[in-house]
């Protein structure tokens, strides 16, 4: 079901998400519709549940139509997501469907190793690097509580308006 976005300021995109251990019916179910609601926004490359108001450690990534992945995952759901590895640095520019009118600079690692619970219950690593990394690392952000406006260096020189779709 394709669920309404959440947007900035809304406090629950402020608060921590809580963790889910081993999913079931309702894990499914909030699964289904994060891919309905990602699908529906164009160029979208993932959602957390957080951003439609499910205060759950799940997010939902999918890379497979953007041009600066090459080699994407098939689309996929982080389940109490944990990072066990990250190197490199690099700032890219980012967006967020809960800040839809605007795109900042953001610091990020470039290759990482997240574990993350399936939706079958089996705790699995994935690896990522560059575009892919740097999605999943927002995705964890919102579980967190934490968006893009707070990882900028510079509210002044790191934030740019974006054009109208
Ligand atoms: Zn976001």
Redesign the pocket.
Same mark, same amino acid.
């Given at each position: 079901m394709i669920r309404d976005v959440v947007r900035y300021p809304d406090r629950r995109l402020k608060t921590p998400a809580a963790p889910i251990g081993t999913p079931g019916p309702a894990a499914a179910r909030l699964a289904e519709d994060l891919r309905d609601t990602a699908r529906h926004y164009p160029r979208t490359v993932?959602?957390?549940a957080p951003?439609i108001g499910a205060m759950w450690r799940m997010a939902y990534v999918d890379c497979g139509q953007h041009k600066k992945v090459s080699d994407p995952h098939p689309p996929f759901w982080l389940i109490d997501p944990e990072i066990i590895a990250a190197d490199g640095q690099e700032v890219g520019r980012e967006g967020? %469907?809960?800040?839809p009118d605007i795109t900042a600079n953001i610091r990020r690692a470039t290759e990482i190793t997240v574990s993350h619970t399936d939706l079958d219950g089996t705790r699995r690593e994935v690896s990522a690097r560059g575009f892919e990394a740097r999605v999943i690392l927002?995705?964890m952000?919102?579980l967190d509580g934490v %968006?893009?406006l707070d990882r900028v260096s510079s509210l002044l020189l790191d934030v740019f308006p974006r054009k109208r779709r």
């Amino acid at each position: 079901m394709i669920r309404d976005v959440v947007r900035y300021p809304d406090r629950r995109l402020k608060t921590p998400a809580a963790p889910i251990g081993t999913p079931g019916p309702a894990a499914a179910r909030l699964a289904e519709d994060l891919r309905d609601t990602a699908r529906h926004y164009p160029r979208t490359v993932g959602i957390a549940a957080p951003q439609i108001g499910a205060m759950w450690r799940m997010a939902y990534v999918d890379c497979g139509q953007h041009k600066k992945v090459s080699d994407p995952h098939p689309p996929f759901w982080l389940i109490d997501p944990e990072i066990i590895a990250a190197d490199g640095q690099e700032v890219g520019r980012e967006g967020c %469907l809960s800040l839809p009118d605007i795109t900042a600079n953001i610091r990020r690692a470039t290759e990482i190793t997240v574990s993350h619970t399936d939706l079958d219950g089996t705790r699995r690593e994935v690896s990522a690097r560059g575009f892919e990394a740097r999605v999943i690392l927002h995705e964890m952000d919102h579980l967190d509580g934490v %968006l893009i406006l707070d990882r900028v260096s510079s509210l002044l020189l790191d934030v740019f308006p974006r054009k109208r779709r």
